[in-house]
């Protein structure tokens, strides 16, 4: 349940609501936008007389929320969240409400020379987030499986390098005292509905990197946000990576419609992975254009300094010049889509 304030409410019957609606268990989210003030109700509501609470002087009006997500949802929240990311050792940056990311770095950490160079290149060509997997979930348990621990200490040495903030990937909540210098954590596409995991990751204050499952719905997406969120960490970026559908020419099918439709459901920013969701390099730069002029809030894409010995997604890796390229197109688009 929503409430709406009228502008400039009385802090004392303000203060009274809040009281009375805490009394009878209700988690109150205040969140003052740019136009209103509006007060998220969780808990049990369906006992609250919404006629009563619609009458005081300070409410405008009271909105009953159907959607099973409460903290993820734009009516709970108008307002663009911003995440921002990285500060401890790397520098600041943020995504969402008109901060577009730009996250780059091979698919998975290899080498310090590998990681380092990649690091280079891309903050040369405009990356403002460093990737890289130091732990993979790879189909095959026979395929690389990832550096592990030693991944996570080459990231943080191009994190220390180059300034960028690294985003890498979580599999299992034992993982989490490696990740304490990890500027955001990734949850990948498989573990999109481990809810223990999603559970452990709202108890952090990392930003977390929730990528949309291999067959999940949008709204299935907004539930395991709703997961993190319900325990405190409001730092969630959701990520469309492509669905299965009966298509095979691409690796996955990329849902563009999943931007503006979540950008209409949720206050969460929206990057796009087209690295994954098409599994060719070739088809990388069209659709990071598409999503950018679909509105997304950032893009992360997977780059390799040597694509043909990769040790994981070489085919979908653009090289560093071809990720200089597109990034300055992404910006030429960005400035034309400010101007109109
Ligand atoms: C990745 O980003 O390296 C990855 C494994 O992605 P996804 O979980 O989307 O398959
Ligand atoms: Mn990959």
């Known amino acids: 349940m929503v409430v709406l304030l009228r502008s400039n409410p009385n802090e004392k019957q303000l203060e009274n609501l809040v009281h009375w609606l805490e009394s009878r268990n209700i988690e109150v989210h205040p969140t003052v936008g740019a136009s209103q003030t509006i007060l998220g109700l969780i808990g049990d509501t369906s006992t609250l007389d919404i006629d009563l609470i619609r009458a005081l002087d300070i409410v405008e ?7 099973p997500y409460k903290n993820a949802n734009r009516k709970f929240h108008p307002d663009d969240t911003v995440v921002t990311v990285g500060g401890k050792n790397s520098t600041p940056t943020k995504i969402g409400g008109g901060n577009f990311a730009m996250i780059a770095g091979p698919c998975s950490v290899e080498s310090e020379a590998q990681i380092c160079d990649v690091a280079a290149a891309v903050k040369t060509a405009g990356a403002t987030m460093l990737r890289g997997g130091a732990f993979k979930p790879r189909t ?3 395929a690389f499986q990832g550096m592990r621990a030693e991944g996570i200490r080459l990231l943080l040495e191009a994190q220390e390098k180059t300034g960028l903030p690294i985003v890498t990937e979580i599999m299992d909540a034992d993982q989490l005292p490696l990740f304490e210098d990890v500027d955001m954590i990734q949850v990948g596409a498989r573990n999109m509905q481990n809810f223990e995991l999603l559970k452990k990751l709202g108890h952090t204050d990392k930003p977390i990197l929730l990528k949309r499952g291999l067959s999940s719905t949008i709204e299935e997406l907004l539930m395991s946000a709703e997961y993190i969120m319900a325990g405190g960490n409001q730092n969630v970026v ?28 949720t206050h969460l920013p929206v990057v796009i992975d087209p ?3 098409t599994g060719v390099a070739r088809l990388v730069a069209p659709l990071s254009l ?6 997304a809030d950032g ?3 997977e780059v390799h300094n040597d694509p043909a010995h990769a040790l994981c997604d070489g085919p979908q890796s653009l090289t560093p010049d071809a990720f200089a390229a597109l990034s300055k197109q992404v910006d030429a688009l960005r400035g034309a889509m400010a101007t109109v």
């Open 299 to 301: 893009l992360i894409i």
């Open 61 to 67: 009006d009271v909105v009953r929320i159907q959607e």
């Open 290 to 295: 598409a999503a950018t002029a679909a509105g």
């Open 140 to 142: 095959s348990p026979y």
């Open 275 to 277: 690295s994954h969701a």
């Open 238 to 265: 959701l990520c469309e990576r492509g669905i299965r559908t009966f298509e095979t020419v691409t690796r996955n099918t990329l849902d563009i419609a999943a931007v503006p439709v979540l950008h209409g459901r």
